[in-house]
């Protein structure tokens, strides 16, 4: 007997993409340190060249590379040294044919040269002489002005997570600071009237509530500012209530437990119940995670996650992360963590249905391996152990040792 309709991972995926393609989070302008592991709301195009001039990338003689055609170690060129560029200041002087200028390495090329020979290819035997020993091409040991970033070209595109090189070039562009999507503020209500607090001490019979302390760490890692709301009783009232309460200050809601088709299982009545709700899917041909329950509240998406915590966090890392993604407009591709990986044993799984093994990685003769842990999802230690999940796609009928699959690094 089946209780709900599973769609497949696939179309769930689409159904959240769909559902949500016109809400964005709201921009916010942040100072450039605090601007790290934001997603940019708009491309933040430079507005000057850099270098804003060609510099040298050595400490030695700025020449032109013509004068120094057939110099060697026993044919020095001879040139006259013209004077020295000092770090930090505009060269002076424009060189002529013949003549050479000391620069330091970052100093500013003289207008007329165009490379530079490194002092260790070079003898002075006075002040005003410098004897060539090595021959230079145009533009050697020499960063051209705009060669790193020309005007007009996009430092980091809208929708970009913004890393550290980004930090260090929008720093080098002279962005004191970016404009992001707002953090996404995410509530989490866990559901059981067999939960416990963590403070609190656990009856026979009772259990700690895991899932909203693991799904919220999982969520602050990845960028959300997150609210623990707390249990909620096994009462459509309480129950409707707390989301009443978290949806109106949350843009996403996740509820742990009351996924499945037991007689206190409320999150699908409570979610239909608040207006201008639309459920848009209960049940899933994925496993862990078959009861995944997910719809929208005016402009708030809501997940109703499995009680079990590997199959809770493995549909956040799934699907919940992807609407939080498409809510900052982040246009990460959704490959950028997953690696291939043969197995080191066989696994069932059934046709028609995504699965999902906690893994554990590692490289053997620069190969990466994986080892499938098996065990039942309400078990938190596979997750503990693992360093991501095997996916095993739902046309297949399992795979054998050896076999290549998708993993998907869980950080
Ligand atoms: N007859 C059927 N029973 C079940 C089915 C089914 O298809 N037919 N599906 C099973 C699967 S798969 C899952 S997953 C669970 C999902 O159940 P619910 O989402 O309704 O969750 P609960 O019943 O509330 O809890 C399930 C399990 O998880 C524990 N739990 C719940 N919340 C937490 C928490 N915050 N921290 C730690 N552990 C939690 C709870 O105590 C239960 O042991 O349904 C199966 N049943
Ligand atoms: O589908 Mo359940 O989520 O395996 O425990």
């Avoid at 949500?20 to 302008?29: F, G, N, S, T, V």
């Amino acid at each position: 007997m089946e209780f709900f309709q599973a769609i497949s991972f696939e179309k769930a995926k689409e159904s959240i993409i769909h559902s949500l393609r016109h809400i964005r989070a709201d921009q916010e302008k942040v100072d450039l340190p605090q601007a790290l592991h934001r997603i940019a709301a708009t491309h933040v195009i430079a507005q000057e060249n850099l270098p804003p001039f060609s510099r040298s990338t050595v400490d030695g003689f700025a020449v032109r590379s013509a004068d120094t055609f057939g110099a060697s170690e026993s044919a020095p060129s001879l040139f006259l040294v013209a004077g020295e560029v000092s770090m930090g200041a505009a060269a002076s002087m424009t060189l002529q044919p013949g003549e050479a200028v000391i620069i330091p390495t970052g100093g500013m090329l003289p207008p007329g040269a165009d490379a530079v020979v490194m002092v260790e290819h070079s003898e002075q035997p006075d002040d005003q002489t410098a004897l060539i020993t090595k021959m230079v091409a145009p533009g050697e040991n020499v960063v051209m002005k705009g060669e790193d970033l020309s005007i007009g070209t996009t430092i980091v595109a809208e929708g970009q997570k913004i890393t550290s090189p980004h930090i260090g070039a929008l720093a080098a562009a002279g962005m004191a600071s970016v404009n992001v999507r707002k953090k996404i503020f995410v509530t989490i209500l866990s559901t059981g009237d067999e939960l416990v607090d963590i403070t609190a001490t656990a009856e026979v019979g009772q259990i700690r509530d895991t899932n909203s302390y693991a799904l919220a760490a999982m969520l602050e890692a990845y960028g959300c500012e997150v609210r623990r709301w707390g249990i909620v009783k096994d009462r459509y009232e309480d129950f409707s209530k707390a989301l009443a309460d978290a949806l109106s200050y949350s843009d996403v809601v996740v509820i742990s437990g009351g996924s499945s088709v037991g007689t206190r299982d409320y999150t699908v009545q409570a979610i239909k119940g608040m207006n201008q709700a639309q459920l848009l899917f209960h049940g899933l041909a994925i496993k862990p995670g078959k009861p995944t329950i997910y719809g929208i509240v005016g402009s708030v998406p809501v997940f109703g996650l499995p009680g079990h915590p590997v199959a809770a966090m493995t549909i956040c890392e799934l699907l919940v992360k992807l609407a939080i993604r498409q809510l900052q407009g982040h246009q990460e591709a959704s490959s950028r963590h997953t690696l291939v990986a043969s197995l080191t044993r066989n696994i069932p799984s059934a046709p028609g249905r995504d699965d999902f093994f906690p893994a554990k990685l590692f490289k053997q003769e620069g190969q990466y391996r994986a080892t499938p842990l098996f065990g039942k999802s309400g078990l938190i230690h596979l997750l503990t152990e693992a360093d991501g999940l095997i996916h095993i796609p739902s046309e297949k009928s399992g795979l054998y040792e050896g076999d290549k699959v998708d993993v998907l690094v869980m950080t």
